[in-house]
Nanobody, 120 residues
């Protein structure tokens, strides 16, 4: 079994910064893709940023130039550095990871989410 635990969310003023962290634990042989999604009330969940095991990244247009995704493989952790935050960034942010266990079986896991609120 694998668990993802997010942290780093909170309340910040527009223009401020936050760094989100997601730590994977459990029966992990390797972690493939990792990503951050967000969902605001009444809106669809959207991909914010993703990163492959090879380090290739993708960032949503709404976050380009402001958000950076990176990972620490030794700690099974993915980060989302958020700068120049805007009120429209307010949402619950979810961590996602594709994980292989020792039997080389892969599964997709989700964290419980961490709330980010940006005030104007």
């Amino acid at each position: 079994q694998v668990q993802l635990v997010e942290s780093g969310g909170g309340l910040v003023q527009a223009g401020g910064s936050l760094r989100l962290s997601c730590v994977a634990s459990g029966m992990i042989f390797s972690i493939e893709d990792m990503g951050w999604y967000r969902q605001a009330p009444g809106r669809q969940r959207e991909l914010v940023a993703s990163i492959t095991s090879g380090g290739s990244t993708n960032v949503a247009d709404s976050a380009k130039g402001r958000f950076t995704i990176f990972r620490d493989n030794a700690k099974n952790t993915v980060f989302l550095q958020m700068n120049s935050l805007k009120p429209e960034d307010t949402a619950v942010y979810y961590c996602n990871a594709v994980v292989r266990n020792r039997l080389y079986l892969s599964n997709t896991y989700w964290g419980q989410g961490t709330q980010v609120t940006v005030s104007s």
